[in-house]
């Protein structure tokens, strides 16, 4: 079995940054034969990287290679963070996981190579158009749920959370099911020491500690049946709390 690389973007929002991502991967797969090239999305956009890594759990090898600028070390040390706590759910062995040097690293040779290869035309001064004037429905969406991406929050794995969420408002049409889900990530939510911290509306009801597995029973509890989890829930007011208080 050919060890695994993954090439892991920031986010996709439409279809042309997956047949992005695709190219790229084929292109690198062509130079690099000896492995089994995959792409992932860190944050929004499927596959997410823990996809991939429970589709690739037998592989002998997994290569993680950051392709986000600029190359903050948060990001690249969330990336770590995420493969741990991957490890650390699993049972039996798992494969020998790395993650390559921030994308920085190689710019100059990259930059380089770009400029020897420009094929775009010159840009023109295009005639201001005025902007349309076009109706917008108001979505009828009964629930939001609220991920913080507070630094405490995000080092404790939010980043994983929103993509799994986004994973699966998509794959389960919520936006559009009823009662109707938004979903948002947002900056401090407040209690930090809760991380990470989710806030479901309109109750307004906190969730701190959540894992994925945890997010998954709020979807189906809370936001599809109705119904908060209150196992899982912190209330709001009266004294500090900790993580299962």
């Known amino acids: 079995m050919k060890p695994v690389l993954i090439l892991l973007a920031k986010a996709a929002i439409a279809a042309p940054a997956h047949t992005d991502m695709r190219s790229i991967a084929e292109n690198a ?14 944050e929004q956009g499927k596959p997410t990287l823990r ?24 990001a690249v040390n969330a990336i770590s963070r995420t493969v741990q706590r991957w490890a650390k759910g699993r049972t039996g062995s798992a494969p020998v996981i790395d993650v390559a ?12 190579t770009l400029v020897r290869a ?5 840009a023109r001064a295009v005639p201001a158009t005025p902007l349309p004037n076009d109706a917008a429905q108001v979505p009828d969406h009964r629930t939001r749920v609220l991920v913080c991406s507070g630094g405490p929050c995000m080092n ?20 559009h099911r009823a009662p109707g889900m938004m979903s948002c990530r947002t900056s401090c939510l407040g209690p930090c020491a809760l991380a990470p911290v989710l806030q479901v509306w309109p109750e307004g009801t906190y969730y701190g500690g959540i894992t ?4 998954d029973r709020i979807i ?14 912190y209330a709001p007011g009266g004294p500090k709390q900790r993580l299962g208080d």
């Open 220 to 233: 189906d509890g809370h936001v599809i049946g109705g119904i908060p989890v209150v196992e899982l829930a």
């Open 51 to 74: 996809a991939l890594l429970d589709a690739n759990a037998q592989a002998p090898h997994i290569r993680v290679v950051p392709l986000s600028l600029p190359s903050e070390p948060a």
């Open 156 to 175: 404790a794995g939010a980043g994983d959370l929103w993509a799994h969420l986004r994973a699966r408002q998509e794959d389960e049409k919520l936006r």
């Open 118 to 122: 420009v094929s775009m035309p010159p």
């Open 29 to 42: 797969a062509s130079m690099l034969p000896e492995w089994q090239v995959l792409w992932a999305f860190s």
């Open 212 to 215: 994925q597995d945890q997010l």
């Open 101 to 112: 040097p921030p994308l920085s690293a190689a710019m100059p040779e990259l930059i380089a």
